[in-house]
Every structure is written in C-alpha cells, then in structure tokens.
C-alpha cells in the first residue's frame, strides 16, 4: 500500500493570519511577541499545555496568562491556522476521490489536532498523527517510525511533502522518499 503524507502548516494551510491579533490580545509589540512565539513552540508542540505554552509566552513579553486568556489565545491561534489554501484543499479532494492513501504529519499542539479531526476536510486522510498527542517533534526519527507503525508500512511505501528541509531531511533519513513543498502544482507533477 502506497501513502501520500503531507505536513499541514504552509503546506495544506494558509500562513496563519492571526499572529498581529494574538500579540494584541497579549498587549504586546508584534516583533517582542512572535520571538517567544515560536521559541516556546517546539515543547507546545510536542505536548505541553495551552497554558504551560502561553504563560511561558506571557512571561516573555510581560503578561501574566491565567486560564481565560489561556483559552482565548488558543482559540484565536487555532482559528488563525485554520484556513487550508485553496489550491491544496482542491489537491486532497482529487486524490482522495482517486483513491490515494492519505496521511497528516503535522507538528502541532494537542489543540490543533483536535481542531483539525472535526473538520469536514478530514474525512480525506485515513490517519492524521500530530506531535502534541505522541510527545515528539519533526525531524525526530521517533515520529517518523510512530508515522509508519499507524500507517503499517514500509519506509518507501511513503511520499512525504513538507515546507522544512529539515523535516523533509528527516524523513530521509528513516527511509521515507520525501519532497519539499513547493505548492500543489508542484506536488501534482511529482505525484504524476
């Protein structure tokens, strides 16, 4: 059995627009908040709390988080990367419809992956494995082989897409064939 795996954020998904909103929400200066942004994210995305995440992002920028605005931040961040781009949305409808093996990698904190597993657009992946609900981030081999045990496959039997070349390394390195992304068009003529 062959498997189409893609990333989610920059690949199925618009970059998230709700950065500016999220810092204002925090009172913070956009340029101070995205840099405690993504230096916090890599443990929120392998399985700390919404509010273990955003504290540590409040204590950053100066603002003590409590578990209303806990909840608020993980709703406008989640929403704010919510939206697929169109183009790759079009892409998983016409494999699924061809009968194509698909699967989501995504590093994402728990919150997402819930988000994500309600949506209609899901139904197109047969397994979706986000790095908050396994405790491990790509590029690690561990959630490379997590990926393949789910999917009960072989390395070559995967062709991954992601936006990092690290991640793309990664999965190299376990045996994956792997590409990086470079918008459907070009995921189109590789698939072809």
Sequence with gaps: ??????????????????????????????PEFLKAYWEYRIPYDAGSTPLEYWQAVGDAVGTPVDQ??????????????????????????????????????????????????AQDWARHFRVTLFSGDVRCVKPDAKIFR?????????????????DRES?????????LRAH??????AARAWLD
């Design 146 to 162: 997590l990926l393949l045990d789910e999917l009960g496959a072989e390395p070559a039997d995967c062709l991954f897409f992601d």
């Design 180 to 185: 990086v992304w470079n918008g459907a068009d």
């Design 167 to 175: 991640n793309v390394e990664g999965a190299r390195a376990v045996g």
């Design 68 to 117: 209303a605005l806990s909840a608020e931040l993980t709703r406008i961040d989640v929403e704010g990367w919510g939206h697929l781009e169109p183009s790759s949305a079009a892409l998983l409808a016409a494999l699924s419809e061809a009968g194509a093996n698909l699967a989501l990698l995504s590093n994402a904190p728990v919150a997402f992956g819930e988000w994500v597993r």
């Design 1 to 30: 059995m062959n498997w189409i795996v893609f990333d989610y954020g920059d690949v199925l998904s618009k970059p998230s627009a709700a950065l500016p909103d999220l810092a204002a929400a925090m009172g913070a200066p956009l």
